[in-house]
């Protein structure tokens, strides 16, 4: 069983940056891609960012390329995604997941943080 634990979310003014953090509890945490999710009220939940389990390969979603970055540290079991640029359609509670040995771009990812809040103001 994988933990995830995600921080780093608050309430910024458009244009402002932030950077979460998502610490996993596996021991093999290298050999898990990770992803970030995010869901707005009122609507479903979609996909930003995945990341492979190398590290080697990153995929974006249209909405954010450009203005967020997802990187890992492997040493500390933490990915982060470094969000710049922000708007306000970019509230959302945001969640890691981790799926073991993926390279897709989209893979069914088995576990799941708890979310974090990101709030932008305009």
């Known amino acids: 069983q994988v933990q995830l634990v995600e921080s780093g979310g608050g309430l910024v003014q458009a244009g402002d940056s932030l950077r979460l953090s998502c610490a996993a509890s596996?021991?093999?945490?290298?050999?898990?891609?990770m992803g970030w999710f995010r869901q707005a009220p009122g609507k479903e939940r979609e996909f930003v960012v995945t990341i492979t389990w190398s590290g080697g390969n990153t995929y974006y979603a249209d909405s954010v390329k450009g203005r967020f970055t997802i990187s890992r540290d492997n040493a500390k079991n933490t990915v982060y995604l470094q969000m710049n640029s922000l708007k306000p359609e970019d509230t959302a509670v945001y969640y890691c997941a981790a799926v073991y040995g993926s390279i897709s771009p989209h893979p069914k990812y088995d576990y799941w943080g708890q979310g974090t809040q990101v709030t932008v103001s305009s």
């Open positions: 596996a021991p093999t945490f290298s050999s898990y891609a």
